[in-house]
């Protein structure tokens, strides 16, 4: 009777754990019923893991960008939800959008308006966070989900070990305010933040001189231009543009130990769906390491290929 007993109760805890672990997180905005599971990705515990795992090398672990989280049918832009499905699939670096409301809480969110991606209409920057937690967020076709907006704080809390994001801030939201978030959440080892110029790269490095920031080099007098502003090397990804660059910039940015970004998104993307996904292959032999892409799925296909055929392993993925 006593190792009955013994045996019941070792079953409800160990139902216990199994439910508390999948009921995950649901908070105001998160909406995060049937999420996918995701499990520790990366290995990435201090910023200079994220350095490590960023400097171009002979062997280097090419990846994929989904911009703005990579939605799909039933998985909207810019969700927690649609984050977990692609790195349930893939090692992937998560492109997200951060505006923010009346009362100044960061949420992710790419344009200014509600009216294409939510139930809700009207100007994020004139609303309250309360006035948008309990909106439904929209797919790319247009349906109705069950997930809603979420905080900034919440997507850099739930990515920790599981993605790295960069972070597009929206012109009318200050860097001060995202850095607070990250350092708040300790997301340093896998937040980038994205800059469109050397100023504002310049900014950013003189606000917080250990994170890592996405910058956009599309020759040799842009890489000049960030080195004459301090910003070293180790603090840089470069995005190459949406065209293929020539191969001299590549060259250039491996010398300095710069991983590149290229955006798919657009004409590339479209190419390789006429052209089959073994094009994305292509773009990272001839010199691209991570691709910034609206078809994660497809893209990934071709360089999870590339990397069993090349045996490219990485201390940093699990």
Not at 12 to 31: D, H, K, P, W
Not at 196 to 211: F, G
Request: hydrophobic residues 40%; negative net charge.
């Amino acid at each position: 009777y006593m190792s009955n007993r013994v045996y019941s109760s070792i079953i409800f805890a160990v139902m216990l754990a199994v439910l508390s672990s999948s009921c995950f997180r649901t908070n105001s905005s998160g909406g995060v019923n049937n999420m996918p599971q995701v499990d520790q990705v990366f290995n990435l515990k201090t910023v200079d893991d994220l350095y490590h795992f960023l400097t171009y090398n002979e062997n280097s672990y090419p990846l994929v960008s989904a911009h703005r989280g990579g939605p799909s049918d039933g998985f909207p832009e810019n969700a927690i939800p649609t984050f977990a499905e692609v790195a349930s699939k893939m090692p992937a670096i998560i492109e997200c959008d951060i505006a923010m409301t009346k009362d100044s809480v960061l949420v992710l969110m790419h344009d200014e308006t509600l009216d294409r991606t939510t139930t809700g209409k009207g100007r994020v920057s004139n609303k309250t966070f309360e006035e948008l937690k309990d909106l439904k967020l929209k797919d790319n076709n247009g349906e109705l989900t069950n997930y809603r907006i979420p905080t900034l704080e919440d997507a850099l809390q739930w990515g920790i070990g599981r993605v790295i994001y960069t972070l597009d801030v929206k012109r009318s939201v200050p860097y001060e305010k995202v850095i607070e978030l990250i350092r708040k959440t300790k997301a340093e080892a896998n937040s980038i933040i994205i800059t469109y110029s050397a100023n504002q790269a310049e900014v950013v490095n003189r606000l917080a001189p250990d994170l890592m920031i996405s910058a956009t080099i599309k020759n040799t007098d842009d890489l000049n231009r960030l080195s004459e502003l301090s910003i070293p090397d180790t603090r840089l990804i470069a995005f190459v543009g949406t065209r293929e660059p020539d191969t001299a910039l590549y060259t250039l940015l491996r010398q300095h130990g710069i991983k590149s970004i290229l955006g798919t998104i657009g004409n590339l993307d479209r190419s390789a769906e006429k052209a089959g996904y073994q094009l994305y292959a292509d773009f990272i032999v001839r010199g691209a390491d991570v691709l910034s892409t609206d078809r994660p799925f497809e893209a990934w296909k071709a360089l999870e290929f590339y990397i069993k055929k090349r045996n490219i392993e990485s201390p940093f993925i699990n």
